[in-house]
């Protein structure tokens, strides 16, 4: 929806909220410390879930109440994660070649 902006560093993963006045300063939405380092993270078209690459998993919080509410094995490490223009599927790419495809509810 363009209003959030996530960033991974440290092993933290940060959604961010722009502030009302267009500040560069912004309200935390989420912070979180995983075990396994980010490699991506991606929000859904219509802004209601975002997804994040983590090791050999990808884990899916909505944006509603920021609750997670899928963790998806992939069985090899996931190198990028997209959702499709709809918004009602996600690819994996996954560092043995493969490239899964997972129907979002």
């Known amino acids: 929806d363009g209003q959030k902006a ?11 909220s722009p502030a009302v006045d267009g ?12 075990e396994t ?10 802004g209601g879930l975002v997804a994040a690459a983590a090791g050999e998993d990808v884990i899916v919080w909505e944006t ?3 609750t ?7 069985g090899s490490s996931v190198r990028l994660v997209s959702f499709s ?9 996954l560092d043995n070649n493969l490239l899964k495809s997972w129907r979002i509810p």
Do not use: E
């Open 23 to 34: 500040d560069v300063a912004a309200q935390d939405l989420l912070v979180t410390a995983l």
């Open 64 to 66: 509603a109440g920021w």
């Open 85 to 93: 223009p709809d918004g009602r599927a996600m690819v994996t790419v």
């Open 6 to 16: 996530a960033i991974i560093a440290g092993g933290l993963l940060q959604v961010l």
């Open 37 to 46: 380092p980010l490699l991506g993270v991606v929000f859904s078209p219509d």
């Open 68 to 74: 997670q509410v899928a963790v998806l094995p992939q």
